[in-house]
C-alpha cells in the first residue's frame, strides 16, 4: 500500500552489544503514526461510491453486495488524525526505543530529552503517543514546533523554492508516474476494475480512489472485503508500483534535489550527536516527528533505500513501460522505507576498553527499529562516531541549503 501501509514491528531482541559500550543518547526523525485520510482521500471515495452505486441500482447482480450498505466511516472533522492504530504504533515504538536506552523507567526532563513535531496535528498527536509509551505514561513533556513556512529542518521540501519549481510543481519531473496511466498494465487493471465493481464505465480516477479507500480500510479498520474487495493480488502489486513512480521522483533518487534538500536535517542529526560526544550536550533523547515527505529523502540521503541514480538504472525499473515482473525485483519500496511510524534514527553508544580511561564514541544506524550497516563500517553495526561522520560529511558539512534551493 506504499506509504499507506501498516508498520511492521522488528523482530524481538535488538542484536548483540559490546559490553564495554553504553548508549548514552537516541536521535531518531519519526514519521506520524497511522491516520485518518484527508479531506481530499474522504472526498474521492465517496464520490467514486456514488458511482458504483449508480451502476448498482441499474443492476445488483453484478457489483458487490457491501456497496448497499457502505457508510463512509471517515468523520471531517478528524481528517488526517492520528488513528487509533496510529496511537498504539507509536506508544509501542516508544516503549522499545526506551528499552534500547534504559531497561528502567526514565522520567522527562527538558535538559535530557527533546520533541519536535511539525505544525501538523497528526505530528503532534505522533509525538505525544510516542512520549506516553517513552515514560510509561503521562508527563508534563515540552514539545516544539516551528511556525509554517520556517521549518527547514523537518519540512525541507516546503522550504526550497529550487525544488518547488523544478520538481514539486514541474510535471515532467514525475512523468513516468504520469504516463503509468496509459500503460498496458494499468489499462489491464482498469478492465479488472470494471468487473470487479460491477461499473462498466468506471475511470482510473475511481480506481484510485477506490485503491485508497483499501489502503485505509487495512491500516485504519483492519477491513479486507470491502474496497479492497476490488482489487486482484497483481492489481495491488501494480497500483503500489504506480506510487512509488511518483515517490522515487519527488522524493529519492529520482532527481538529486530531491533528497539532497534533506541536508538540514542530517545536519540537526549529527550536529546533536556531536555535542553530546565533545561533551557540550546531556541530551539523552533527541526525537523529531514528521511525514514521508521527511522520512524518504532522509533514508536516499543515507543511502538505505535505492542507491543508483535512474540514469544508470540499467533495468529501468522506474519507467512507464517496465512490466510488473521487473517493477517487483526494485530495490526501493516506500511501503518499507516509510510506512505509518516509519523512523530513522541513530544511537549513540559510549565505548571503555577494559584497563583503559580513554573513551571513544560508536553509532548504530537503525531503519524501522533495524539495523543499518553501512559499508565503510566493515560488516559492523556498531561504528566509531568519526567514521559514520565521514561518510556523511559532504552532507553535513559541505551542502549549503540556502544556495542550492534560492532562486537567482
Same mark, same amino acid.
Request: charged share 25%; hydrophobic share 35%; aromatic share 12%.
Given at each position: 500500500?506504499?506509504?499507506?501501509?501498516?508498520?511492521?514491528?522488528?523482530?524481538?531482541?535488538?542484536?548483540?552489544?559490546?559490553?564495554?559500550?553504553?548508549?548514552?543518547?537516541?536521535?531518531?526523525?519519526?514519521?506520524?503514526?497511522?491516520?485518518?485520510?484527508?479531506?481530499?482521500?474522504?472526498?474521492?471515495?465517496?464520490?467514486?461510491?456514488?458511482?458504483?452505486?449508480?451502476?448498482?441500482?441499474?443492476?445488483?447482480?453484478?457489483?458487490?453486495?457491501?456497496?448497499?450498505?457502505?457508510?463512509?466511516?471517515?468523520?471531517?472533522?478528524?481528517?488526517?488524525?492520528?488513528?487509533?492504530?496510529?496511537?498504539?504504533?507509536?506508544?509501542?515504538?516508544?516503549?522499545?526505543?526506551?528499552?534500547?536506552?534504559?531497561?528502567?523507567?526514565?522520567?522527562?526532563?527538558?535538559?535530557?530529552?527533546?520533541?519536535?513535531?511539525?505544525?501538523?496535528?497528526?505530528?503532534?498527536?505522533?509525538?505525544?503517543?510516542?512520549?506516553?509509551?517513552?515514560?510509561?505514561?503521562?508527563?508534563?513533556?515540552?514539545?516544539?514546533?516551528?511556525?509554517?513556512?520556517?521549518?527547514?529542518?523537518?519540512?525541507?521540501?516546503?522550504?526550497?523554492?529550487?525544488? #518547488?519549481?523544478?520538481?514539486? !510543481? %514541474?510535471?515532467?519531473? &514525475?512523468?513516468?508516474? $504520469?504516463?503509468?496511466? *496509459? +500503460?498496458?498494465?494499468?489499462?489491464?487493471?482498469?478492465?479488472?476494475?470494471?468487473?470487479?465493481?460491477?461499473?462498466?464505465?468506471?475511470?482510473?480516477?475511481?480506481?484510485?480512489?477506490?485503491?485508497?479507500?483499501?489502503?485505509?480500510?487495512?491500516?485504519?479498520?483492519?477491513?479486507?472485503?470491502?474496497?479492497?474487495?476490488?482489487?486482484?493480488?497483481?492489481?495491488?502489486?501494480?497500483?503500489?508500483?504506480?506510487?512509488?513512480?511518483?515517490?522515487?521522483?519527488?522524493?529519492?533518487?529520482?532527481?538529486?534535489?530531491?533528497?539532497?534538500? #534533506?541536508?538540514?536535517?542530517? !545536519? %540537526?542529526?549529527?550536529? &546533536?550527536?556531536?555535542? $553530546?560526544?565533545?561533551? *557540550? +550536550?546531556?541530551?539523552?533523547?533527541?526525537?523529531?516527528?514528521?511525514?514521508?515527505?521527511?522520512?524518504?529523502?532522509?533514508?536516499?540521503?543515507?543511502?538505505?533505500?535505492?542507491?543508483?541514480?535512474?540514469?544508470?538504472?540499467?533495468?529501468?525499473?522506474?519507467?512507464?513501460?517496465?512490466?510488473?515482473?521487473?517493477?517487483?525485483?526494485?530495490?526501493?519500496?516506500?511501503?518499507?522505507?516509510?510506512?505509518?511510524?516509519?523512523?530513522?534514527?541513530?544511537?549513540?553508544?559510549?565505548?571503555?576498553?577494559?584497563?583503559?580511561?580513554?573513551?571513544?564514541?560508536?553509532?548504530?544506524?537503525?531503519?524501522?527499529?533495524?539495523?543499518?550497516?553501512?559499508?565503510?563500517?566493515?560488516?559492523?553495526?556498531?561504528?566509531?562516531?568519526?567514521?559514520?561522520?565521514?561518510?556523511?560529511?559532504?552532507?553535513?558539512?559541505?551542502?549549503?541549503?540556502?544556495?542550492?534551493?534560492?532562486?537567482?
Amino acid at each position: 500500500m506504499s506509504t499507506k501501509t501498516l508498520y511492521a514491528p522488528p523482530p524481538s531482541g535488538s542484536g548483540t552489544l559490546e559490553d564495554s559500550c553504553t548508549p548514552v543518547q537516541l536521535n531518531f526523525v519519526i514519521r506520524h503514526g497511522t491516520r485518518n485520510p484527508t479531506m481530499k482521500d474522504i472526498t474521492r471515495i465517496s464520490n467514486t461510491h456514488s458511482n458504483l452505486m449508480a451502476a448498482y441500482n441499474e443492476n445488483p447482480s453484478r457489483s458487490p453486495a457491501w456497496l448497499k450498505g457502505w457508510k463512509n466511516p471517515f468523520p471531517e472533522e478528524t481528517q488526517a488524525w492520528l488513528a487509533e492504530p496510529g496511537v498504539r504504533e507509536l506508544i509501542e515504538i516508544g516503549h522499545r526505543l526506551r528499552a534500547r536506552l534504559s531497561p528502567l523507567p526514565v522520567n522527562y526532563d527538558a535538559s535530557k530529552f527533546v520533541f519536535e513535531h511539525t505544525w501538523k496535528i497528526r505530528t503532534r498527536q505522533s509525538a505525544e503517543a510516542f512520549a506516553f509509551g517513552f515514560f510509561d505514561g503521562l508527563q508534563p513533556v515540552f514539545y516544539h514546533s516551528d511556525p509554517i513556512g520556517e521549518d527547514e529542518v523537518l519540512r525541507f521540501y516546503d522550504n526550497c523554492p529550487v525544488f #518547488a519549481n523544478q520538481i514539486e !510543481q %514541474n510535471k515532467t519531473a &514525475t512523468i513516468e508516474h $504520469r504516463n503509468y496511466r *496509459d +500503460s498496458e498494465q494499468m489499462h489491464k487493471n482498469l478492465a479488472k476494475f470494471q468487473t470487479l465493481s460491477g461499473f462498466a464505465e468506471a475511470t482510473q480516477k475511481d480506481m484510485e480512489a477506490a485503491y485508497a479507500g483499501c489502503a485505509f480500510d487495512v491500516a485504519v479498520l483492519n477491513v479486507f472485503d470491502q474496497w479492497c474487495s476490488l482489487f486482484d493480488d497483481e492489481m495491488l502489486l501494480s497500483m503500489d508500483y504506480f506510487q512509488d513512480l511518483k515517490h522515487f521522483y519527488r522524493k529519492s533518487h529520482g532527481h538529486a534535489l530531491s533528497y539532497e534538500i #534533506a541536508s538540514p536535517l542530517l !545536519q %540537526n542529526i549529527f550536529q &546533536t550527536m556531536k555535542q $553530546r560526544v565533545d561533551g *557540550d +550536550s546531556n541530551v539523552e533523547g533527541y526525537f523529531r516527528f514528521a511525514h514521508a515527505e521527511t522520512i524518504l529523502p532522509l533514508t536516499s540521503l543515507l543511502n538505505v533505500s535505492y542507491f543508483d541514480r535512474h540514469a544508470s538504472d540499467r533495468e529501468g525499473h522506474f519507467r512507464a513501460e517496465t512490466p510488473l515482473k521487473l517493477a517487483l525485483q526494485r530495490k526501493f519500496k516506500s511501503s518499507e522505507l516509510s510506512p505509518f511510524a516509519a523512523n530513522i534514527g541513530f544511537v549513540l553508544y559510549e565505548c571503555r576498553n577494559s584497563g583503559e580511561k580513554l573513551k571513544t564514541f560508536k553509532v548504530k544506524a537503525l531503519l524501522n527499529e533495524r539495523e543499518v550497516v553501512f559499508d565503510e563500517c566493515k560488516g559492523q553495526s556498531l561504528c566509531p562516531f568519526e567514521v559514520v561522520e565521514s561518510i556523511f560529511r559532504r552532507w553535513v558539512y559541505e551542502f549549503d541549503f540556502q544556495e542550492h534551493c534560492s532562486l537567482a
